[in-house]
């Protein structure tokens, strides 16, 4: 029997685990992607003597990672080694910092410590938490979202309000916690999510279950190292990968995708096959790769659409270690409820902004030279702010830097010898994303499960899509499980 044919678009954490999951079934995989290295927004920087991951920097969730290999006879272990963090971040206050320890104990103390009582509250938070958790990866994470029926399950209805989905994790952290920095610590993982606290369903306190009692990891080389690993497992389960090869059209006759056009090196290449997945940018699949008539949606549902934030990222390399930093650090050391505001309510330029480092040396010396610093900064910044110029960025760098010298008590600027910015231009052009986002469509109520663009194409029978714009959302593991999901519909439809 002739092997199907299936042509994925797109390296990223979800169209690799989608290959890898159709090579499984003895489907003929065939990746193309844009640019000279898998993983798309995950891909990896080196210059200088410093290794760089360009995108996601945090490993939360080792279950899902973990399950992901499993599934082929493998364990992580077999392809990289994952070291748990602690502290696993730090907050940088207005007026002081708060290291969370890895140990439960331990935090329950910075709890007590920060509000009389909150100890013990810490408790019945995170065993509601935990059931969000466990619940939302059985009964709705797992979901294609193609049909309501989907979510008929007598134990997901009779639980429906312990998930919290009608109620803001604002509120939710609110009614256990009175103090602001802890109601901040557990509003922060939501931050990406695309809306302010207020507009996050409760539902989503799964992160703070995910981030105490899962932990903050690393795994060795960098977030790299779990691309390097699918993209090693996908070789073995024999997927071809065609890099530096740019999709221009998914042609369709009789209503199915006959072939994916290709450019590669100047040249025009033809790439049949039974089915096309698409973990492009789902806007831009849409809109550069198919006619008008096949496609979703239309230009207004996609302006409608909530996103979640993009951001500016910097790539720093110091000639010198830094005393006293940790491989995370938050600085909250604004106004949270405004840089919020700003980023999601006035779509605008951030005044203050809250910002993010990653210093992945300070776990794994390996990537900066001897003796240096290698530094990621990150700030969350509207979708669709198109005016990224080079003055701009060097105007926000030059912001938090002198923020991140004041709290940390140490001067870096006249000891940086590599930097290289990432901003909303970068992520139109390399990635194709739709309003230049870097996180997908916002985690609100109305763009959750079915409500989010569909993993089908309606009008064309063998064309599917996966990756953050749709099912079931932004992140690394939701890209592994969107992936699979994905996969085991195909494999489903075409037996």
Known sequence: ?????????GSGFAGMSAACFMAKENWQVTVLEKLEQPG??????????FTFDMGPSWYWMPDIFERFFQQFNKNVSDYYSLKRLDPSYRIYWEDDFTDIPADYKS?????????SGAGKKLDKFLEEAAYK???GMQKLVFKPGLSVTEFLDADLLTGIFKLDVFTSIKKHAGKFFKNKKLQQLLEFPVLFLGATPDKIPALYSLMNYAD???GTWFPQGGMYSIVDAMYKLALELGVQFHLNTNAKAINIENAKAK???????????????????SNA????????????QYRNYSKEYWNKKTMAPSCILYYVGLDKKLENTLHH????????????????TEKQWPSDPLFYVSATSVTDESLAPPGCENLFFLIPVAAGLANDTGELREFYFNKIITRFERRINQKIKENIVFKKSFGYSDFVHDYNAFKGNAYGLANTLMQTAILKPSIKNKKIQNLFYTGQLTVPGPGVPPALISGEIVSKQIIKSFL
């Open 1 to 9: 029997m002739t092997e199907k044919k299936v042509v994925i678009i």
């Open 259 to 277: 072939n994916v056009l290709a450019e590669t090196n100047g040249e025009q290449i033809f790439f049949n096959a039974d089915v096309v997945i």
């Open 329 to 344: 650090s938050l600085f909250f050391d604004t106004s949270f409820t405004q840089h919020a505001n700003e980023i999601y």
């Open 40 to 49: 798309g927004r995950a891909r990896q920087l080196k210059a200088e003597g």
């Open 107 to 115: 935090l329950k103390n910075v709890f007590e410590n920060l509000e």
């Open 281 to 292: 940018d789902y806007h831009f699949t849409e809109n550069k790769l198919l006619q008008p």
């Open 133 to 135: 958790y466990k619940a």
């Open 212 to 214: 105490i009692k899962g």
